[in-house]
């Protein structure tokens, strides 16, 4: 089969498999598909618009453009859509026309909230809806959220404005560290002091979450009422000493290149090239760290170039297995063709497996197998 110098394919059956399994585990929490950085890689509208095939109704896009981009993909009104990360003159109007949900850390963004949608409701009359809002607070981690001091003035505010016909208060949350045990139930007994506190002050909260792809699958009782993963969905274990078939998990991604020469020499070594370097995302760190499958054998990588790898091999290798130019070389996947997983790259390298298919450049394409796309 001919294929591109390099690519990535994204199996969607996987994904799929990957997302009906984390929500029967999480349940009867709901599961939200977190797809902020173009789905960690894999691509946001065919990954979203898989999620939903497989009854996923909630989404966390992080910033507005994309959370928007997505609602205008085609995606219905009863897949809620969350943005949470909010740059400073964010364009709220055009999130809450596009029905997007809204995360909200400071009396701050509530104001200038509630003064886009006073504006639209004058402008939209009986089609503006008010958007709902979820209320984040920080319990430790210190990447947005309102402080405990601050909470009851957000809480206050918001109420305020639901009151007024402005917002619609629906979600508390926060984000933990996901590091220890300790640190997790602290932040677990913060949150919940401060959804009382927001029912203390007339919030109608209906929506508690806290838990990531670690803790929500490690731990039932910071499930809550939904817990937001990425990492899982894509078959990336987030926690240490486990491979993605230990917790039900497969690999969605798996990048292909071909063999683009190959040398060997008078002493007996050869040098394979394949057509995947740093141009391509991929971290010069590799080198002298991790594999690549060719005809099922691994070789190591031993230098990362602009545009291609050098892996090192011998000329028996060579011989024996008929190793040639056009060889289709797997970087990493599932393991099936005697690949590395990307969560190994990741351990291998010091970074994480997310990061790595994170920063896949834009110009690789991405092929998607399975699915209903
Ligand atoms: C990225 C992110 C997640 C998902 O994290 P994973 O560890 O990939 O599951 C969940 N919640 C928030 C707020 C995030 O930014």
Same mark, same amino acid.
């Given at each position: 089969m001919i294929r591109p110098p390099i690519e990535a394919v994204i199996d969607l059956?996987?994904?799929? !498999?990957?997302?009906?399994?984390?929500? !029967?585990?999480?349940?009867?929490?709901?599961?939200?598909?977190?797809v902020k950085a173009d789905a960690y890689g894999h691509g946001r509208v065919p990954i979203t618009?898989?999620?939903?095939?497989?009854?996923?109704?909630?989404?966390?896009?992080?910033?507005?453009e994309s959370?928007?981009a997505?609602?205008?993909s085609?995606?219905?009104?009863?897949?809620?859509?969350?943005?949470?990360?909010?740059?400073?003159?964010?364009?709220?109007?055009?999130?809450?026309?596009?029905?997007?949900?809204?995360?909200?850390?400071?009396?701050?963004?509530?104001?200038?909230?509630?003064?886009?949608?006073?504006?639209?409701?004058?402008?939209?009359?009986?089609?503006?809806?008010?958007?709902?809002?979820?209320?984040?607070?920080?319990?430790?981690?210190?990447?947005?959220?309102?402080?405990?001091?601050?909470?009851?003035?957000?809480?206050?505010?918001?109420?305020?404005?639901?009151?007024?016909?402005?917002?619609?208060?629906?979600?508390?949350?926060?984000?933990?560290?996901?590091?220890?045990?300790?640190?997790?139930?602290?932040?677990?007994?913060?949150?919940?002091?401060?959804?009382?506190?927001?029912?203390?002050?007339?919030?109608?909260?209906?929506?508690?979450?806290?838990?990531?792809?670690?803790?929500?699958?490690?731990?039932?009782?910071?499930?809550?009422?939904?817990?937001?993963?990425?990492?899982?969905?894509w078959?990336?274990?987030?926690?240490?000493?486990?491979?993605?078939?230990?917790?039900?998990?497969?690999p969605v991604m798996t990048l292909h290149a071909q063999v683009l020469g190959?040398?060997?020499?008078?002493?007996?070594?050869?040098?394979?090239y394949v057509g995947a370097g740093y141009g391509d995302g991929l971290p010069r760190r590799l080198a002298?760290?991790v594999?690549v499958?060719?005809?099922?054998?691994?070789?190591?990588v031993?230098a990362v170039e602009r545009d291609h790898l050098e892996?090192? !091999?011998?000329?028996?290798?060579?011989?024996?297995?008929?190793?040639?130019?056009g060889?289709d070389a797997v970087l990493f996947g599932?393991?099936?063709?005697?690949e590395?997983?990307v969560?190994?790259w990741?351990?291998?390298t010091?970074t994480?497996g997310d990061e790595i298919t994170t920063r896949i450049a834009a110009r690789v394409p991405r092929r998607y197998i399975?699915?209903?796309v």
């Amino acid at each position: 089969m001919i294929r591109p110098p390099i690519e990535a394919v994204i199996d969607l059956d996987a994904f799929g !498999a990957n997302v009906t399994h984390l929500r !029967a585990t999480v349940g009867p929490a709901r599961l939200m598909v977190v797809v902020k950085a173009d789905a960690y890689g894999h691509g946001r509208v065919p990954i979203t618009r898989e999620a939903v095939r497989r009854g996923i109704r909630d989404i966390g896009a992080l910033d507005l453009e994309s959370a928007i981009a997505l609602r205008e993909s085609g995606l219905a009104d009863d897949v809620a859509i969350l943005a949470w990360l909010h740059q400073p003159g964010a364009d709220f109007a055009a999130g809450i026309r596009a029905h997007i949900d809204l995360g909200v850390s400071s009396p701050a963004e509530l104001e200038a909230i509630a003064t886009a949608s006073a504006r639209l409701a004058q402008t939209e009359g009986h089609a503006f809806v008010a958007p709902r809002l979820h209320l984040k607070l920080d319990t430790g981690l210190h990447r947005n959220g309102a402080t405990a001091e601050v909470w009851p003035q957000l809480v206050t505010a918001a109420v305020d404005a639901e009151r007024a016909g402005l917002v619609r208060v629906h979600a508390a949350w926060t984000h933990i560290a996901e590091a220890s045990e300790e640190e997790d139930t602290l932040a677990l007994e913060r949150f919940l002091a401060g959804v009382a506190v927001a029912r203390e002050l007339g919030a109608d909260i209906r929506l508690r979450h806290l838990a990531a792809s670690s803790a929500g699958l490690r731990r039932a009782n910071v499930r809550l009422d939904l817990v937001r993963m990425g990492g899982h969905c894509w078959g990336i274990p987030s926690f240490d000493g486990v491979t993605p078939a230990d917790i039900g998990l497969v690999p969605v991604m798996t990048l292909h290149a071909q063999v683009l020469g190959v040398r060997t020499t008078e002493t007996g070594s050869a040098s394979l090239y394949v057509g995947a370097g740093y141009g391509d995302g991929l971290p010069r760190r590799l080198a002298g760290r991790v594999a690549v499958a060719v005809r099922g054998v691994r070789f190591a990588v031993v230098a990362v170039e602009r545009d291609h790898l050098e892996l090192t !091999a011998s000329k028996d290798d060579v011989r024996a297995l008929g190793i040639a130019t056009g060889d289709d070389a797997v970087l990493f996947g599932t393991g099936a063709e005697g690949e590395q997983t990307v969560r190994q790259w990741g351990d291998l390298t010091g970074t994480l497996g997310d990061e790595i298919t994170t920063r896949i450049a834009a110009r690789v394409p991405r092929r998607y197998i399975g699915g209903s796309v």
